[in-house]
Protein backbone atom coordinates (compact mmCIF):
# COMPACT_ATOMS: atom_id res chain seq x y z
CA UNK A 1 0.00 0.00 0.00
CA UNK A 2 1.72 3.10 -1.20
CA UNK A 3 2.27 6.36 0.25
CA UNK A 4 -0.09 9.38 -1.65
CA UNK A 5 1.37 12.63 -1.98
CA UNK A 6 4.46 13.61 -0.10
CA UNK A 7 5.68 16.44 1.79
CA UNK A 8 6.12 19.29 -0.21
CA UNK A 9 9.70 21.33 0.24
CA UNK A 10 9.57 23.78 3.28
CA UNK A 11 11.91 26.76 4.12
CA UNK A 12 10.82 25.88 7.49
CA UNK A 13 13.64 23.22 7.51
CA UNK A 14 17.60 23.82 7.66
CA UNK A 15 18.43 22.13 4.48
CA UNK A 16 18.45 18.91 1.96
CA UNK A 17 19.80 15.91 3.41
CA UNK A 18 21.36 13.25 2.07
CA UNK A 19 20.24 10.40 3.60
CA UNK A 20 20.82 6.16 3.09
CA UNK A 21 18.07 3.90 4.07
CA UNK A 22 18.70 0.16 4.65
CA UNK A 23 16.08 -2.90 4.09
CA UNK A 24 17.23 -6.16 2.55
CA UNK A 25 13.71 -6.02 0.67
CA UNK A 26 12.31 -3.18 -0.50
CA UNK A 27 8.77 -4.13 -1.59
CA UNK A 28 5.63 -3.72 -0.58
CA UNK A 29 5.36 -7.31 -0.92
CA UNK A 30 8.01 -7.97 2.34
CA UNK A 31 5.50 -7.27 4.67
CA UNK A 32 4.81 -4.20 7.81
CA UNK A 33 8.59 -3.34 8.08
CA UNK A 34 9.39 -3.11 4.19
CA UNK A 35 5.87 -0.90 3.73
CA UNK A 36 6.55 1.10 6.89
CA UNK A 37 10.22 1.51 5.44
CA UNK A 38 8.73 2.32 1.46
CA UNK A 39 5.88 4.82 2.92
CA UNK A 40 8.45 6.99 4.67
CA UNK A 41 10.92 7.28 1.77
CA UNK A 42 8.29 7.91 -0.39
CA UNK A 43 7.04 11.30 2.02
CA UNK A 44 10.19 12.41 2.43
CA UNK A 45 11.79 11.63 -1.37
CA UNK A 46 10.74 15.19 -2.33
CA UNK A 47 11.99 16.70 0.89
CA UNK A 48 16.21 15.15 0.85
CA UNK A 49 18.13 13.46 -1.45
CA UNK A 50 17.63 9.01 -0.44
CA UNK A 51 19.29 6.49 -1.24
CA UNK A 52 17.95 2.53 -0.74
CA UNK A 53 20.49 0.11 -0.03
CA UNK A 54 18.66 -3.38 -0.30
CA UNK A 55 19.73 -6.70 -2.07
CA UNK A 56 16.04 -6.96 -3.54
CA UNK A 57 14.54 -3.99 -5.13
CA UNK A 58 10.32 -4.05 -6.35
CA UNK A 59 9.69 -0.07 -6.10
CA UNK A 60 10.15 2.85 -8.08
CA UNK A 61 9.38 6.43 -6.63
CA UNK A 62 10.74 9.82 -8.03
CA UNK A 63 14.12 11.21 -6.69
CA UNK A 64 15.15 7.93 -5.07
CA UNK A 65 18.44 5.95 -5.81
CA UNK A 66 18.27 2.23 -5.63
CA UNK A 67 21.43 0.63 -5.07
CA UNK A 68 21.32 -2.95 -5.00
CA UNK A 69 23.57 -4.84 -2.55
CA UNK A 70 25.21 -8.60 -3.66
CA UNK A 71 23.96 -11.61 -1.67
CA UNK A 72 26.43 -14.57 -2.68
CA UNK A 73 24.86 -16.49 0.19
CA UNK A 74 21.07 -16.26 0.65
CA UNK A 75 21.42 -19.19 3.12
CA UNK A 76 21.91 -19.55 6.36
CA UNK A 77 20.58 -16.27 7.12
CA UNK A 78 22.89 -15.27 9.66
CA UNK A 79 25.62 -15.11 7.20
CA UNK A 80 23.80 -13.39 4.71
CA UNK A 81 22.97 -10.66 7.35
CA UNK A 82 26.32 -10.51 8.35
CA UNK A 83 27.30 -9.86 4.62
CA UNK A 84 24.21 -7.06 4.57
CA UNK A 85 25.61 -5.19 7.27
CA UNK A 86 29.13 -4.94 6.26
CA UNK A 87 28.14 -4.17 2.50
CA UNK A 88 25.92 -1.78 3.37
CA UNK A 89 28.78 -0.10 6.23
CA UNK A 90 31.54 -0.38 3.38
CA UNK A 91 28.75 1.45 0.61
CA UNK A 92 27.91 4.41 3.43
CA UNK A 93 31.05 5.15 5.66
CA UNK A 94 31.59 8.67 4.15
CA UNK A 95 29.30 10.96 2.41
CA UNK A 96 26.03 10.62 3.85
CA UNK A 97 24.24 13.33 6.50
CA UNK A 98 22.18 11.00 8.04
CA UNK A 99 22.45 6.74 7.52
CA UNK A 100 18.91 4.75 8.63
CA UNK A 101 18.98 1.03 8.98
CA UNK A 102 15.60 -1.12 9.38
CA UNK A 103 18.15 -4.27 9.65
CA UNK A 104 20.04 -5.62 12.36
CA UNK A 105 23.76 -3.63 11.33
CA UNK A 106 25.88 -2.43 14.14
CA UNK A 107 25.92 1.27 12.10
CA UNK A 108 23.40 3.37 11.29
CA UNK A 109 22.68 7.13 12.87
CA UNK A 110 18.77 5.91 13.26
CA UNK A 111 17.96 2.32 14.04
CA UNK A 112 14.16 1.43 13.42
CA UNK A 113 13.34 -1.71 15.62
CA UNK A 114 10.40 -3.79 13.70
CA UNK A 115 10.52 -7.14 15.50
CA UNK A 116 11.09 -7.86 19.61
CA UNK A 117 14.83 -7.99 19.83
CA UNK A 118 16.76 -11.41 19.81
CA UNK A 119 18.28 -10.95 23.67
CA UNK A 120 14.49 -10.53 24.87
CA UNK A 121 13.47 -14.05 22.89
CA UNK A 122 16.53 -16.23 24.31
CA UNK A 123 16.12 -15.01 27.82
CA UNK A 124 13.11 -13.35 28.83
CA UNK A 125 11.34 -15.32 31.75
CA UNK A 126 14.08 -17.56 31.79
CA UNK A 127 16.11 -18.20 35.60
CA UNK A 128 18.20 -20.10 37.07
CA UNK A 129 19.39 -23.50 34.97
CA UNK A 130 16.98 -22.73 32.35
CA UNK A 131 18.84 -19.05 31.61
CA UNK A 132 22.00 -21.13 32.15
CA UNK A 133 21.20 -23.84 29.29
CA UNK A 134 19.84 -21.40 27.23
CA UNK A 135 23.21 -19.01 27.36
CA UNK A 136 25.13 -22.84 27.00
CA UNK A 137 23.42 -22.84 23.72
CA UNK A 138 23.94 -19.05 22.00
CA UNK A 139 27.61 -19.52 23.04
CA UNK A 140 27.66 -22.96 20.89
CA UNK A 141 25.94 -21.11 17.88
CA UNK A 142 27.30 -18.83 15.54
CA UNK A 143 24.37 -17.84 14.40
CA UNK A 144 23.13 -16.34 17.64
CA UNK A 145 26.32 -15.14 18.35
CA UNK A 146 25.86 -13.28 15.40
CA UNK A 147 22.73 -11.95 15.89
CA UNK A 148 23.61 -11.05 19.40
CA UNK A 149 26.49 -9.39 18.65
CA UNK A 150 24.94 -7.45 15.86
CA UNK A 151 22.24 -6.23 18.33
CA UNK A 152 24.82 -5.37 20.95
CA UNK A 153 26.50 -2.88 18.25
CA UNK A 154 23.31 -1.49 17.28
CA UNK A 155 21.59 -0.57 20.51
CA UNK A 156 25.05 0.57 21.88
CA UNK A 157 24.96 4.17 22.86
CA UNK A 158 26.56 6.60 20.81
CA UNK A 159 26.55 10.62 19.69
CA UNK A 160 24.13 11.22 17.37
CA UNK A 161 22.55 7.47 17.19
CA UNK A 162 18.46 7.01 17.80
CA UNK A 163 16.53 4.15 18.17
CA UNK A 164 13.15 3.87 17.03
CA UNK A 165 9.92 1.69 18.11
CA UNK A 166 6.99 0.87 16.22
CA UNK A 167 5.03 0.89 19.27
CA UNK A 168 5.08 1.76 23.57
CA UNK A 169 4.80 -2.05 24.44
CA UNK A 170 8.07 -2.00 22.28
CA UNK A 171 9.68 0.49 23.94
CA UNK A 172 9.45 -0.96 27.73
CA UNK A 173 10.75 -4.09 26.12
CA UNK A 174 13.63 -2.54 24.19
CA UNK A 175 14.44 -0.15 27.50
CA UNK A 176 14.87 -3.70 29.63
CA UNK A 177 16.46 -5.69 27.39
CA UNK A 178 19.12 -2.86 26.25
CA UNK A 179 19.00 -0.27 29.33
CA UNK A 180 21.50 1.95 27.33
CA UNK A 181 19.35 2.83 24.75
CA UNK A 182 16.69 4.36 26.91
CA UNK A 183 17.58 7.84 26.30
CA UNK A 184 17.47 7.47 22.62
CA UNK A 185 14.24 5.88 22.30
CA UNK A 186 11.39 7.74 20.47
CA UNK A 187 8.03 5.81 18.94
CA UNK A 188 6.95 6.42 15.39
CA UNK A 189 4.60 4.09 14.96
CA UNK A 190 3.37 2.78 11.47
CA UNK A 191 0.82 4.74 9.42
CA UNK A 192 -1.53 4.34 6.89
CA UNK A 193 -2.52 7.12 3.71
CA UNK A 194 -6.59 7.37 3.67
CA UNK A 195 -8.64 5.89 1.25
CA UNK A 196 -9.57 8.73 -1.54
CA UNK A 197 -13.75 7.37 -0.91
CA UNK A 198 -15.56 5.04 0.89
CA UNK A 199 -16.31 1.76 -0.45
CA UNK A 200 -19.57 1.03 -1.84
CA UNK A 201 -21.63 -2.25 -2.60
CA UNK A 202 -20.82 -1.70 -5.88
CA UNK A 203 -17.34 -1.42 -5.20
CA UNK A 204 -17.15 -4.05 -3.11
CA UNK A 205 -18.94 -6.22 -5.80
CA UNK A 206 -16.68 -5.21 -8.34
CA UNK A 207 -12.81 -6.18 -6.27
CA UNK A 208 -14.01 -9.17 -5.26
CA UNK A 209 -14.82 -10.06 -8.83
CA UNK A 210 -11.10 -8.91 -9.27
CA UNK A 211 -9.53 -11.25 -6.41
CA UNK A 212 -11.87 -13.99 -7.10
CA UNK A 213 -14.04 -13.78 -4.22
CA UNK A 214 -17.48 -14.51 -3.70
CA UNK A 215 -19.91 -11.58 -4.91
CA UNK A 216 -22.23 -12.20 -2.21
CA UNK A 217 -22.19 -13.23 1.62
CA UNK A 218 -20.02 -12.40 4.50
CA UNK A 219 -16.07 -12.50 3.90
CA UNK A 220 -13.33 -12.62 6.65
CA UNK A 221 -9.61 -11.35 5.84
CA UNK A 222 -6.31 -12.57 7.16
CA UNK A 223 -3.11 -10.75 5.90
CA UNK A 224 0.18 -11.74 7.02
CA UNK A 225 3.64 -13.37 5.80
CA UNK A 226 4.11 -15.43 8.59
CA UNK A 227 0.39 -17.75 8.45
CA UNK A 228 1.61 -19.70 11.60
CA UNK A 229 2.41 -16.62 14.11
CA UNK A 230 0.02 -14.44 12.89
CA UNK A 231 -3.09 -16.75 13.92
CA UNK A 232 -4.08 -18.49 10.27
CA UNK A 233 -4.33 -21.72 12.40
CA UNK A 234 -6.92 -20.81 14.81
CA UNK A 235 -8.43 -18.40 12.30
CA UNK A 236 -9.25 -21.71 9.88
CA UNK A 237 -10.38 -23.64 13.44
CA UNK A 238 -13.00 -20.74 13.95
CA UNK A 239 -14.06 -20.59 10.62
CA UNK A 240 -15.19 -24.30 11.04
CA UNK A 241 -17.41 -22.88 13.70
CA UNK A 242 -18.89 -20.27 11.47
CA UNK A 243 -22.10 -20.32 9.00
CA UNK A 244 -21.12 -21.96 5.38
CA UNK A 245 -21.37 -18.88 3.41
CA UNK A 246 -18.67 -17.23 5.51
CA UNK A 247 -15.64 -17.44 3.61
CA UNK A 248 -11.87 -16.43 4.52
CA UNK A 249 -9.45 -14.15 1.75
CA UNK A 250 -6.09 -15.20 3.11
CA UNK A 251 -3.23 -12.24 1.64
CA UNK A 252 0.43 -13.45 2.11
CA UNK A 253 3.11 -15.59 1.73
CA UNK A 254 2.42 -17.94 -1.41
CA UNK A 255 5.44 -20.55 -0.24
CA UNK A 256 3.23 -21.06 2.54
CA UNK A 257 -0.29 -21.97 1.12
CA UNK A 258 0.26 -25.28 0.17
CA UNK A 259 0.42 -26.32 4.06
CA UNK A 260 -1.98 -24.03 4.74
CA UNK A 261 -4.65 -25.36 1.46
CA UNK A 262 -3.77 -28.83 2.79
CA UNK A 263 -4.81 -28.26 6.62
CA UNK A 264 -8.53 -26.41 5.14
CA UNK A 265 -8.98 -29.42 2.97
CA UNK A 266 -8.92 -31.85 6.58
CA UNK A 267 -11.16 -29.12 7.99
CA UNK A 268 -13.44 -29.68 4.99
CA UNK A 269 -13.10 -25.94 4.19
CA UNK A 270 -11.46 -25.73 1.03
CA UNK A 271 -14.47 -24.13 -1.23
CA UNK A 272 -14.59 -21.40 1.91
CA UNK A 273 -10.84 -20.37 2.21
CA UNK A 274 -9.31 -18.22 -1.10
CA UNK A 275 -5.36 -17.84 -1.23
CA UNK A 276 -4.61 -14.62 -2.77
CA UNK A 277 -0.85 -15.16 -2.35
CA UNK A 278 1.30 -11.83 -2.31
CA UNK A 279 -0.32 -8.78 -3.06
CA UNK A 280 1.78 -5.42 -4.17
CA UNK A 281 -1.40 -3.40 -3.14
CA UNK A 282 -3.92 -5.01 -0.20
CA UNK A 283 -6.10 -2.31 -0.50
CA UNK A 284 -8.87 -4.16 -2.79
CA UNK A 285 -8.70 -7.16 -0.09
CA UNK A 286 -9.70 -4.04 2.32
CA UNK A 287 -12.39 -3.19 0.12
CA UNK A 288 -13.45 -6.46 -0.44
CA UNK A 289 -14.05 -8.04 3.00
CA UNK A 290 -16.48 -7.38 6.10
CA UNK A 291 -13.78 -8.17 8.61
CA UNK A 292 -10.36 -8.37 8.95
CA UNK A 293 -8.82 -10.89 11.91
CA UNK A 294 -5.47 -11.47 13.38
CA UNK A 295 -5.10 -13.37 16.25
CA UNK A 296 -1.26 -12.77 16.27
CA UNK A 297 0.65 -14.50 18.78
CA UNK A 298 3.10 -11.82 18.12
CA UNK A 299 3.53 -8.39 16.43
CA UNK A 300 5.54 -5.20 17.82
CA UNK A 301 2.83 -2.97 15.99
CA UNK A 302 0.57 -5.06 13.16
CA UNK A 303 0.68 -2.48 10.61
CA UNK A 304 -2.44 -4.39 8.87
CA UNK A 305 -4.73 -3.51 10.91
CA UNK A 306 -4.33 0.06 11.05
CA UNK A 307 -4.65 -0.43 7.17
CA UNK A 308 -7.88 -2.20 7.96
CA UNK A 309 -8.85 0.55 10.10
CA UNK A 310 -8.22 3.10 7.88
CA UNK A 311 -10.78 1.26 4.84
CA UNK A 312 -13.48 1.41 8.36
CA UNK A 313 -13.36 -2.32 8.70
CA UNK A 314 -14.18 -4.08 12.14
CA UNK A 315 -11.09 -5.38 13.61
CA UNK A 316 -10.72 -8.52 15.81
CA UNK A 317 -7.33 -8.17 17.17
CA UNK A 318 -5.17 -10.07 19.73
CA UNK A 319 -4.19 -8.48 23.09
CA UNK A 320 -1.70 -5.48 23.76
CA UNK A 321 0.66 -8.76 25.17
CA UNK A 322 0.39 -10.46 21.55
CA UNK A 323 0.09 -7.09 19.78
CA UNK A 324 1.34 -3.61 19.75
CA UNK A 325 -1.32 -1.50 18.43
CA UNK A 326 -3.82 -3.22 21.20
CA UNK A 327 -2.67 -1.17 23.58
CA UNK A 328 -4.09 1.96 21.48
CA UNK A 329 -7.37 0.40 20.69
CA UNK A 330 -10.69 0.44 23.05
CA UNK A 331 -12.65 -2.81 23.35
CA UNK A 332 -16.13 -2.58 21.76
CA UNK A 333 -15.34 0.96 20.53
CA UNK A 334 -13.01 0.52 17.40
CA UNK A 335 -11.75 -3.48 17.89
CA UNK A 336 -12.79 -6.61 19.55
CA UNK A 337 -9.99 -7.56 21.13
CA UNK A 338 -8.96 -11.23 22.08
CA UNK A 339 -7.28 -12.05 25.66
CA UNK A 340 -6.02 -15.38 24.45
CA UNK A 341 -5.39 -15.92 20.08
CA UNK A 342 -5.24 -19.22 20.33
CA UNK A 343 -9.15 -19.58 22.10
CA UNK A 344 -11.17 -20.40 19.03
CA UNK A 345 -14.10 -20.62 20.85
CA UNK A 346 -13.95 -16.84 21.88
CA UNK A 347 -12.40 -16.25 18.36
CA UNK A 348 -15.62 -17.31 16.69
CA UNK A 349 -17.68 -15.86 18.82
CA UNK A 350 -16.08 -12.76 18.09
CA UNK A 351 -16.15 -13.02 14.51
CA UNK A 352 -20.20 -14.09 14.75
CA UNK A 353 -20.67 -11.19 16.77
CA UNK A 354 -19.07 -8.59 13.94
CA UNK A 355 -21.58 -10.83 11.08
CA UNK A 356 -24.18 -11.22 12.81
CA UNK A 357 -24.83 -7.60 14.46
CA UNK A 358 -24.76 -5.12 11.68
CA UNK A 359 -25.25 -2.02 14.21
CA UNK A 360 -21.95 -3.65 16.24
CA UNK A 361 -20.14 -3.87 13.17
CA UNK A 362 -21.23 -0.36 12.17
CA UNK A 363 -19.74 1.31 15.45
CA UNK A 364 -16.29 -0.48 14.77
CA UNK A 365 -15.83 0.32 11.55
CA UNK A 366 -17.17 3.84 12.24
CA UNK A 367 -14.20 3.87 15.44
CA UNK A 368 -11.87 2.09 13.42
CA UNK A 369 -12.01 4.77 10.49
CA UNK A 370 -11.68 7.94 13.41
CA UNK A 371 -9.02 6.17 15.21
CA UNK A 372 -6.96 5.58 11.70
CA UNK A 373 -7.38 9.54 10.92
CA UNK A 374 -4.65 10.22 13.54
CA UNK A 375 -1.78 7.90 12.20
CA UNK A 376 -1.18 9.63 8.90
CA UNK A 377 1.91 9.11 6.80
CA UNK A 378 2.37 12.91 6.26
CA UNK A 379 3.05 13.40 10.17
CA UNK A 380 5.08 10.33 11.27
CA UNK A 381 7.22 11.33 8.44
CA UNK A 382 7.84 14.69 9.78
CA UNK A 383 9.01 13.08 13.21
CA UNK A 384 11.03 11.37 11.34
CA UNK A 385 12.05 14.18 9.33
CA UNK A 386 12.94 16.11 13.23
CA UNK A 387 15.00 12.87 13.97
CA UNK A 388 17.04 13.34 10.96
CA UNK A 389 17.70 16.92 11.80
CA UNK A 390 18.54 16.02 15.60
CA UNK A 391 20.80 13.30 14.69
CA UNK A 392 23.03 15.81 12.30
CA UNK A 393 23.18 18.40 14.97
CA UNK A 394 24.47 16.01 17.44
CA UNK A 395 27.12 14.56 14.93
CA UNK A 396 28.42 17.76 13.91
CA UNK A 397 28.51 19.22 17.24
CA UNK A 398 30.65 16.08 18.21
CA UNK A 399 32.78 16.80 15.36
CA UNK A 400 34.38 20.02 17.60
Same mark, same amino acid.
Not at 93 to 97: A, H, I, Q
Given at each position: ?SAS???????????K??I?????????? @????????????????????????AQEV??Q?????????SA???????I?Q????????W?T?????VV???????H???????????????F???????R???????V??????????L???????R??????????S????M? /?S?????S?LS???????????P???????????L?G???? @??????V?????????????A?L??L????????????A????F??????L???????????L?????????AD??????LE?????????????G?????????Y??I????T??????????????? /???R?????????A???R?????A???????W???A???E?????????????QF
Open positions: MASIPLSATFPRLRAVFNRTFSPT @GGGAERYSIALVEQLAARHEIHVFDHWPGVSYHLVPLRKPRWNLWFATATWARRGFDHSHENTWGDVQTVHVLPVRYSLHGRSGWHFLRGVKVTSPRLLTYLGEHLRYAAPGRQVVVTSDLRTIA /AYPASSRVITPGITLPQAVTPQRKGVVRGLLPAN @GPCLLFANDFRKKGLPAVMAAHPAEVVLAVVGNAQIPLRERANDKLGKRVFFLGSKDVGPAYEACLVHPTDTFAMVVLEAMAHLPVVVSASTCGSGLLQGANALILNDPQDVS /ALASLLDVLAQPLATLGRGADFATHYQRELLRQALYFAVLVEKTEN
